[in-house]
């Protein structure tokens, strides 16, 4: 619909009239009352009124919630509220997170809306370029630990990861500004290492560090950041908010690619009765609000999100969204190389695996860890399988990850 937001919610009620239902929502969170108003003034405001598109009423499902439900879409006007991901979020589902078992499934924006929005930057197809990585999935690592070590240690643990073959190294999501490695000087010995790193192995990479601090200082912080040499950003968006995200992204100066991080994310999406889908709140907002990689729990890890949902927001992600840019995949938490045959079976190519102590926890150490998931993402492609190549010279890296976390088939 034109001018139009179109939100879609399931609904929970055992008793509910949910046509009812829905018309509330279309008239409570727009005009505010109908019935009441004179003839005149309706004309008047006939142009701010939610409307009901369509109500799909289920039966309880004894294998899921057991609960009837229904399906609701209502269309929102853009005049009703400013081009800014906060105001749209405020009108669909402000007051309405709070009215009993309902959740925010899907958002679809106009095209006038989303005309505000530029989206990533990069995406998938420039961070692609800018670490010279065409076809094969990228590999992500991650500082493990990293709270109370000094600069030494750190630009260590950072030469060991870029050692190891990685295309992209992140901070931790809970490394923050402290007197041991303050921003500007830990990227500059990282940096300093990933150059060392790269005439060792020839490989480029970036290094998304973690840009925090007060909402009014981050801008600043990040062009601090790229100042010093970074030449990526992690970013926690939903504890900041998609706004602050989508200010980063569309400032000129912090020419970037960045990270979003799902930090908080597991307060929204998990229940079935409430918050916000995982496929929007960390896929399409997240490319609406201009995100080139985005992390999200994995359907096989440590921190698991079901197979369906995970999908979802791959989905998201990739598929044609108002000629935005694609944003790249990254299934993260508790991956170890004997995962990769089922991350590439899922995802393809265009996906970052991204693994933590997966490579540090290698029994041959950080850069053994690399090597190990670099040798099973090659043996994946080209047919040969994780075990067939952990047997040839050369690959006693991934057979020490296999010996140490096996191989998952399902």
């Not at 729990?297 to 694609?326: D, I, Q």
Request: include cysteine.
């Amino acid at each position: 619909m034109t001018g139009y937001c179109i939100a879609t919610y399931r609904c929970f009620d055992d008793k509910a009239d949910f046509h009812k239902k829905a018309t509330g929502i279309a008239v409570g969170l727009t005009v505010g009352s109908w019935t009441e108003l004179p003839e005149a003034q309706k004309a008047e405001m006939e142009k701010h009124l939610g409307k009901v598109l369509s109500v799909e009423e289920h039966a309880a499902d004894a294998s899921k919630t057991g609960e009837r439900y229904a399906d609701i879409k209502i269309a929102y006007p853009d005049l009703n509220f400013s081009k800014d991901l906060p105001a749209l979020l405020v009108t669909v589902f402000g007051k309405l997170s709070m009215d009993g078992k309902i959740k925010l499934l899907d958002l679809e924006v106009s095209d006038s809306f989303a005309s505000g929005f530029p989206g990533p930057k990069f995406g998938l197809e420039g961070v692609r370029s800018l670490v010279d990585v065409q076809k094969r999935p990228l590999l992500m690592s991650i500082f493990k630990s990293v709270i109370g070590h000094d600069m030494s240690n750190l630009k260590e643990q950072f030469y060991q990861q870029a050692l190891g073959g990685v295309d992209l190294i992140k901070d931790d999501e809970i490394l923050f500004e402290n007197e041991l490695t303050p921003l500007e000087k830990r990227v500059e010995a990282c940096m300093d290492a990933a150059r060392k790193a790269e005439r060792e192995t020839g490989q480029k990479l970036l290094y998304a560090v973690n840009i925090t601090g007060p909402t009014s200082k981050l801008a600043d912080n990040a062009r601090k950041a790229i100042a010093a040499g970074a030449n990526a950003i992690l970013f926690n968006v939903l504890s900041y908010g998609y706004d602050a995200l989508h200010e980063l992204s569309k400032d000129a100066s912090i020419n970037v690619p960045i990270a979003a991080h799902p930090a908080m994310a597991g307060a929204s999406y998990p229940s079935p009765h409430y918050g916000i889908g995982a496929s929007l709140l960390l896929g399409k907002l997240m490319r609406l609000a201009g995100a080139d990689l985005v992390l999200f729990p994995s359907p096989y890890g440590s921190v698991v999100m079901p197979k369906e949902e995970n999908l979802a927001v791959k989905h998201a992600l990739l598929k044609p969204l108002h000629e935005l840019k694609t944003s790249f995949p990254v299934p993260s938490a508790g991956i170890h190389p004997g995962l990769v045959e089922l991350i590439i079976r899922d995802f393809g190519t265009d996906v970052v695996v991204n693994a933590g102590g997966g490579i540090h926890g290698h029994p041959m150490g950080t850069a053994a860890g690399g090597q190990a998931f670099r040798q099973a993402i090659d043996a994946t492609l080209d047919g040969s399988g994780l075990r067939e190549a952990a047997k040839r010279p050369g690959n006693e890296a991934l057979a020490a990850a296999i010996d140490a976390w096996g191989i998952r088939e399902e």
